[in-house]
């Protein structure tokens, strides 16, 4: 079983739109979530960290379900720039290696 | 400001010949990752480093080897390249706080080994 399994997509959503992509994690000593962002043929960029209470930055909401041992994450008023594919991002139980999703590809539509 | 820097960006190999791929980082960082990235396989965890002179295997260390000589410093190497090697290789830094802050990458090496 991988350690992060996300749905690959793509979606592909009108600008304005609002868009959410899951993640489940296998390890549930997991303690530490992240969303990032990759654009094409680029390297992978922080988003935003995952807290318990989950947790909101601008645009961009995270959540964490422990109990059904996955994260969230929700795009409200998508626009064009947001276009992207989305890694999720949870830590081993030893904290010193993350493992990473293989990503969802978001494209947004005018 | 330079972050986390990768040399080369790209490469092409012949089957068997060796490279060293170099990532420097100035931000103080203890720790020091090497990934691939691979279509549908997401990044995958090669060596990882925790501090100067140190090394750990990660996932898929077979055919690798790193060095951490310089805290700045992280080096793969690829003794003899194959075509599985073929890959995006990509270096990143934390700092010991990599729970809450994340990692930092670098902008990645493109590698074919023909």
């Known amino acids: 079983r991988k350690e992060v399994e996300q749905d690959p997509g793509p979606f592909n959503v009108p600008e304005g739109a609002t868009v959410a992509f899951n993640c489940t994690y296998s390890?549930?000593?997991?303690?530490?979530f992240f969303w990032y962002r990759q654009d094409c043929r680029k390297e992978p960029k922080l988003l935003m960290s995952v807290y318990s209470s989950g947790n909101e930055d601008g645009r961009f909401t995270a959540q964490l379900n422990r109990a059904s041992q996955y994260i969230s994450l929700l795009i409200r008023d998508s626009k064009l720039s947001d276009s992207a594919t989305y890694l999720c991002?949870?830590?081993?139980?030893?904290?010193?290696?993350?493992?990473f999703g293989t990503g969802t590809s978001l494209t947004v539509i005018p | 400001n330079a972050g986390v820097t990768q040399t080369p960006k790209f490469r092409v190999l012949k089957t068997g010949q060796s490279m060293t791929l170099l990532c420097a980082q100035d931000?103080?960082?203890?720790?020091m990752y090497w990934y691939r990235q691979d279509p549908g396989m997401g990044l995958r965890l090669i060596h990882y480093s925790v501090g100067e002179g140190t090394t750990a295997k990660g996932e898929v260390p077979d055919g690798y080897n790193v060095s951490r000589l310089k805290k700045q410093n992280f080096l793969l190497g690829l003794e003899s390249a194959a075509p599985s090697q073929t890959s995006v290789y990509f270096c990143?830094?934390?700092?010991?706080?990599?729970?809450?802050?994340?990692?930092?990458f670098g902008s990645g090496t493109r590698l074919t080994v023909v």
């Open positions: 390890n549930s000593a997991s303690q530490s």
């Open positions: 931000m103080n960082h203890e720790y």
């Open positions: 991002v949870v830590n081993s139980n030893t904290g010193n290696q993350f493992y």
């Open positions: 990143a830094s934390s700092s010991r706080g990599a729970d809450l802050y994340g990692y930092t």
